[in-house]
T-cell receptor
């Protein structure tokens, strides 16, 4: 069965520090999709990035970067030069094309607090 | 374009009552999924509707049901409410859902249900 683990429950950093959020997943499918979502206090889940299992190219987008490694089943997310507005709960999620179709399996979430 | 709209934003119900939540997807999106978020269980998939048909279902009791209308708007119903049903209910819309190039889900701000 699919599973997503975010071992870090809470992270607290000072503004301008770099922070990496860890995500480890389990799946038996060969085709799957990985996501990162951000949930601010308002409650809405904000889409950050999607990667499919055939695309291991890592990406940098502004202050955000992602490190996808199939060999270790990890999909980590890094914020460089963090800002107070980055404070939120971050969720990693997995969707398997064959087994679970459209269903997203979420990790437990990591509460990131960026202090001024 | 307008995002995913969920109504009402907040709801207080008494144990034993039933409740109906509404979700209007992004215009043109045909897939609507529902998730329950609680502090103890995290984010859990309830069901997904596509073109008025339930395409995927999570592990929730039959008290939880849903439907989708021809305009893609979806409703979720919970009958015989229990205290444990208190949660944030999130709706997500997608253009086509599973197995497509466009595999992004846009979430609404949710309906916070409190059962007393």
């Amino acid at each position: 069965a699919q599973k997503v683990t975010q071992a870090q429950t809470e992270i607290s950093v000072v503004e301008k520090e770099d922070v990496t959020l860890d995500c480890v997943y389990e799946t038996r499918d060969t085709t799957y999709y990985l996501f990162w979502y951000k949930q601010p206090p308002s409650g809405e889940l904000v889409f950050l990035i999607r990667r499919n299992s055939f695309d291991e190219q890592n990406e940098i987008s502004g202050r955000y970067s992602w490190n996808f490694q199939k060999s270790t089943s990890s999909f980590n997310f890094t914020i460089t030069a963090s800002q107070v507005v980055d404070s939120a709960v971050y969720f990693c999620a997995l969707s398997e094309e064959e087994t679970s179709g459209s269903r997203l399996t979420f990790g437990e979430g990591t509460q990131l607090t960026v202090n001024p | 374009k307008a995002g995913v709209t969920q109504t009402p934003r907040y709801l207080i119900k008494t144990r034993g009552q039933q409740v109906t939540l509404s979700c209007s997807p992004i215009s043109g999106h045909r897939s609507v999924s529902w998730y329950q978020q609680t502090p103890g269980q995290g984010l859990q998939f309830l069901f997904e509707y596509f073109s008025e048909t339930q395409r995927n279902k999570g592990n929730f009791p039959g008290r939880f049901s849903g439907r989708q209308f021809s305009n893609s708007r979806s409703e979720m119903n919970v009958s015989t409410l229990e205290l444990g049903d208190s949660a944030l209910y999130l709706c997500a819309s997608s253009l086509l859902g599973q197995g497509t190039i466009d595999y992004g889900y846009t979430f609404g701000s949710g309906t916070r249900l409190t059962v007393v």
